[in-house]
């Protein structure tokens, strides 16, 4: 697949990703030592997926530390598009959305677009998008957000507050920049059209709501910048802040090549599935390694393309020197893919017993999330 054009837009991603690339594309900024020196000030030791550059570019990161190091707080915002089942790849973003209301102790936006998916797939009606929305909810709560200081908007439920503002934002914004950002044609149903002033909303809804300009700043994968540079021209316009951004690297799926994508079941770990799930997609899944172990001792393995690898380098590896060695060990023909997959598969196991039984906690708890309205 190496040839395959890269494609990168909110509801396509395909072909080999180049995120040099897509920085120099979309205008974004790099990730830079410097930058990382500053957050460290906040956060004390880095977030692995900081460490390991998973999250590699930004817009006005800086501005936005500025900003809280002269007193200014700064609310978070990210959001699900709930098509079907959550994956592994999804909590990527979460998990260190997490990690920033944490340090930062910084309320949540949490948006739910079951508007969008109903929109954007023909054959999807509402009720079955909010449903998985609901769904989705769980997988977010499990996450371990903090209760009192995060918002689960239900897109298709809020009206109020949510509609004001995105007539708001729709008057600034033409139909001629969403056909050029987003690739809308004249065929594009109008809802799909007046979405991306749905998706600016939650930057500005703590703005509106305190009577207080309030900076944002939006964790997410880099598939969702087209939305942040339309709600950016159009912020100052309506006296808000710009929302910052940060953008983090897409979780490969178990074959080769390719994001995780629910549409490719064998290749997703799902929050869901259980422990033999687990295990029989692990042992499926493509490796960097060799076809035989003989060739594998001989010739050693390659972890620059092996799924195994990256899983244990975005999520289930935090320690450095470890992870150091395994790269080694499998280059040098000194781990087997096997033996590789199976910790992998422990450790999986683990950490989705866990998520799971916060999982079914949740379920009593999705009124809590809820964003209301004052
Ligand atoms: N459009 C996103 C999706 O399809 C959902 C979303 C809404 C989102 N607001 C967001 C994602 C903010 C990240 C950050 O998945």
Known sequence: MPNEEMVVTP??????????????????QPITDELLEKIKKHTG?????????????????????????????????????????????????????????????????FQMTDD???????????????????????????????????FIIMDSEQGGILYRLAVQVAKRITFSTVKAVFGFEESSNIGIIFFPAVQAVPCFIESAITGENTPCLIPAAIDQDPYWRVTRDAAPKLGYYKPAQIHCKFLPGLGKGGKMSASLPETCIFTTDPPEVVDRKIWNAFTGGRPTAREQRLHGGDPSICPIYYYYYYLFEDDDSKMKNLAEDCRNGEILCGECKLKLAERVKRFLAEHQRRREEARNRIEEYKFKEP
């Open 45 to 109: 030791e880095l977030h692995l997926q900081l460490r390991r550059r998973i999250f590699f570019s930004h817009r006005d990161l800086d501005w936005i530390l500025d900003m809280y190091e002269a007193g200014h707080r700064f609310v978070l915002y990210t959001g699900r598009g709930p098509s079907g089942p959550v994956h592994i790849g999804h909590l990527v973003p979460w998990i260190f959305t997490k990690h920033l209301q944490d340090v930062f102790g910084a309320k949540l936006y």
């Open 11 to 28: 509801w396509k991603v395909s072909g080999e990703i180049d995120y040099e690339k897509l920085i120099q594309e979309f205008g974004t």
């Open 116 to 150: 969008e998916k109903f929109l954007i797939h023909p054959e999807f009606t509402l009720e079955r998008t909010n449903r998985i929305a609901y769904d989705n909810a769980l997988d977010v709560i499990a996450t371990g957000f903090d209760p009192k200081r995060t």
